[in-house]
């Protein structure tokens, strides 16, 4: 607050004032004088103590005439010393265009007789400090002379509070206008307010949404009455409440918003409410997409199997009720490994997709096409009074998937296995027709491919038995459930023993005696033909060598190997080991390979087959003719014999034809250098047809079933 000014200031400005003397200023006969001075003391006491900056300047020099002692004290002065200095030499903002402005005023009120008021902001600054001031100014007239009154108010606390909340107020549009959300106050169901990024979620302009009904945000009616029910309902109740809607922009496009709202005073909820509204279309489209997914395959856009499983129960209700009947068919395509081998797997999809609209052109639409990866589909058949239809569209579907496909470019010729599977008669659940449609399915594979195959129960026998083959194979070798048999070998000319094959066979303690053919198919694809493979090695080789201890020791003993063996296992280590373990002479052992091991990777078997014969052991070709024609893998193998195969041995005299593929044989070996056996001989006609055409060896039933090793051992004996 501003000082009063020095006691003898003001005695001196009264004296000037009045213009009289001291002694005439004290006179008695003055009383309305001092009372006009008693004012004027009042008056200026009044000034000097506000903290208001106020100056009286003279009109038109632009002199100060008068100011009070919170100018003094602002400018660091005693306010007399300011009177007669010029306005503008103060420093008090823009004091030239102020004392220009009431001088034009004070020309102009003479005609008018207005006095208008002006303010203005500006800014002080004393000793490195700024103060804000507000300066009021207007004219006035005394005694016939034009002054400005320039009142000047510090307001810097207030500027510099203004300045924060307008600082608040831009960060707070910045932080809703740059949300990711739309913000919005409600009252009423009308929006008072909102932010940008509401506006442009609805593709309004700026300012376009304030004073509208909310009703803008709905697609319809129904939806704006039956939200705002809900919402107000839980609002009024003092609760906040959200939900997700589809909305409307103003364009008449649509996207998913999430809304969720309370009230601004839950005690009175008439204030109004704050909603926040987010656009979750992309979210919504993930989840529908995730839905769509889990019923559908992703390739083909098929129906997936937990799809199918559904509409298979629906159609087995309707099926049992009206007393029809359905079919799931299993479609496996032929070779397709082969085809993404030689193609890569995206040409691979496109012939999937392919396929599967081929197939989709020949079904009903109230049947079902799915996809369960890889290469198989499944179709459900429903409503069908008579199985016998199913053939009838087995045909026409296969010969058109039999018509070339056209992929990169280039024409892919395909076929499929089929397995079908009848509700009720197959099963009355869909797994179980599922496990009865493959079963069928790999029948039809079994038949060659490019065919189909209807359950039956004959199937399902074979399918336990193969459950039960898999499951204890692997518990055959440490139990010791394997057993070799021996067939003896007879050389035709002599009618000498000249040795006799190991054949593989398993006991197994509830399917009795198994051949070798319903169970080495099994451990091949198991791998687990390896270990067994390395077991009847080590066990032939022991068994010849008793025969050495009783005698017999001019006797072969030949093995079948597995190509499995070849490419899994270390064949030349396994022999190896098997003739240092047992001390058998490596001539005494003959191992069988079939065409088919010496053509696959052919480079690495006849090194494998070179190192073998440099161990000592023979070696022979076992079921030849029976496989590839090109014999040109004859000439790079060192083998040193071939086995006829007993499917052109068996019926060799009523058969001329089997005859003379037989005698072919014997010639081209004879011509290389080899021997021969002949396999399968069952009669004395057939063995002396053999002998006729120079067959070298034989081995049969004629010659001898296969025998235990002690029962062998006795045939030895007695022979």
């Not at 005394?142 to 320039?150: C, K, T």
Request: glycine share 8%; proline share 3%; net charge negative.
């Amino acid at each position: 607050m501003a000082k009063p000014s020095d006691p003898s200031d003001w005695d001196e400005q009264k004296s000037r004032i009045v213009g009289l003397g001291e002694r005439s200023f004290r006179k008695s006969y003055y009383p309305q004088l001092r009372e006009n001075l008693d004012r004027l003391e009042r008056f200026r006491t009044l000034l000097d103590r506000t903290s208001d900056c106020v100056v009286l300047i003279s009109l038109p020099e632009g002199t100060v005439s008068d100011a009070n002692a919170a100018l003094g004290q602002l400018l660091g002065r005693s306010s007399v010393t300011l009177v007669g200095e010029p306005f503008v030499a103060l420093g008090l903002g823009d004091a030239a265009e102020i004392v220009e402005a009431l001088s034009v005023e004070s020309r102009q009120e003479r005609d008018s007789g207005a006095v208008p008021s002006h303010s203005d902001v500006t800014e002080f600054r004393r000793d490195g400090q700024s103060v804000w001031l507000e300066l009021t100014y207007r004219l006035a007239t005394l005694e016939g002379r034009s002054y400005g009154v320039i009142v000047g108010r510090d307001i810097t606390e207030r500027k510099r509070a203004h300045e924060m909340v307008a600082s608040l107020l831009a960060e707070k549009e910045a932080l809703l206008d740059n949300a990711l959300v739309g913000i919005a106050m409600v009252r009423q169901r009308v929006f008072v307010s909102c932010n940008r990024r509401l506006e442009e979620m609805l593709g309004l302009a700026s300012g376009g949404l304030a004073g509208r009904s909310t009703r803008i945000l709905y697609t319809s009616d129904e939806a704006y009455r039956e939200s705002g029910e809900d919402a107000y309902a839980s609002l009024d109740a003092g609760q906040s409440y959200s939900f997700t809607e589809l909305m409307a922009r103003a364009d008449g496009s649509t996207f998913w918003g999430e809304l969720a709202g309370r009230c601004i005073d839950p005690v009175r909820p008439e204030l109004g409410s704050i909603w926040i509204i987010s656009d979750v279309t992309e979210r919504k489209q993930a989840e529908a997409r995730a839905e769509y997914l889990s019923y559908h395959d992703a390739l083909t856009g098929l129906p997936n199997q937990a799809l199918l499983k559904d509409r298979m129960q629906q159609a087995m209700a309707f099926a049992h009720s009206n007393g029809t009947k359905l079919a799931l068919m299993i479609i496996d395509l032929d070779r397709f490994k082969t085809i993404n081998d030689f193609l890569g797997h995206a040409a691979g999809d496109r012939l999937l997709v392919d396929l599967a609209r081929r197939i989709s052109e020949h079904v009903r639409n109230t049947d079902t096409l799915s996809r369960q990866g890889g290469d198989e589909f499944h179709l459900l058949l429903s409503n069908l009074a008579e199985p016998d239809a199913i053939v009838t569209f087995l045909g026409e579907l296969m010969d058109d998937l039999q018509q070339p496909f056209r992929i990169d470019g280039q024409e892919l010729t395909t076929s499929v296995s089929v397995g079908v599977a009848i509700y009720p008669e197959d099963g009355a659940d869909f797994e179980t027709l599922l496990k009865k449609a493959d079963m069928a399915m790999f029948r039809a594979k079994d038949a060659g491919r490019n065919t189909y195959r209807f359950f039956n129960e004959e199937m399902n026998e074979d399918a336990v038995e193969q459950i039960t083959i898999h499951a204890g194979l692997w518990r055959a070798l440490e139990a010791e459930q394997f057993v070799l048999h021996y067939q003896p070998q007879i050389e035709i000319a002599s009618g000498r023993l000249i040795g006799a094959e190991a054949l593989l066979r398993w006991c197994h303690p509830d399917l009795g005696l198994v051949s070798p053919g319903r169970f080495i198919p099994v451990a091949e694809e198991t791998g687990l033909i390896v270990q067994i493979g390395d077991w009847v090695l080590r066990e032939a080789c022991r068994e010849a060598v008793r025969w050495r201890e009783a005698g017999k020791g001019s006797l072969v003993v030949a093995v079948n190997l597995s190509a499995i063996q070849f490419k899994r296992g270390d064949i030349e280590k396994s022999v190896a080991r098997a003739l240092e373990e047992t001390g058998l002479d490596p001539h005494r052992l003959e191992l069988e390979l079939t065409e088919s091991i010496l053509i696959r990777d052919s480079e690495n078997v006849l090194s494998a087959v070179k190192r073998l014969k440099q161990m000592g052991v023979k070696l022979s070709i076992d079921d030849f003719g029976t496989g590839y024609s090109s014999l040109a893998y004859l000439k790079r193998f060192e083998v040193d014999k071939l086995k006829i195969d007993q499917t052109f041995v068996r019926d060799l005299v009523p058969n001329s034809e089997d005859a003379a593929i037989v005698r072919a044989i014997i010639q081209m070996a004879r011509s290389l250098g080899l021997k021969t056996i002949a396999e399968g001989v069952e009669s004395q006609h057939v063995l002396d047809l053999l002998g006729l055409i120079e067959c070298d060896e034989v081995q049969g039933y004629h010659c001898g079933r296969p025998m235990a090793a002690a029962a062998f051992r006795e045939f030895l004996d007695n022979r």
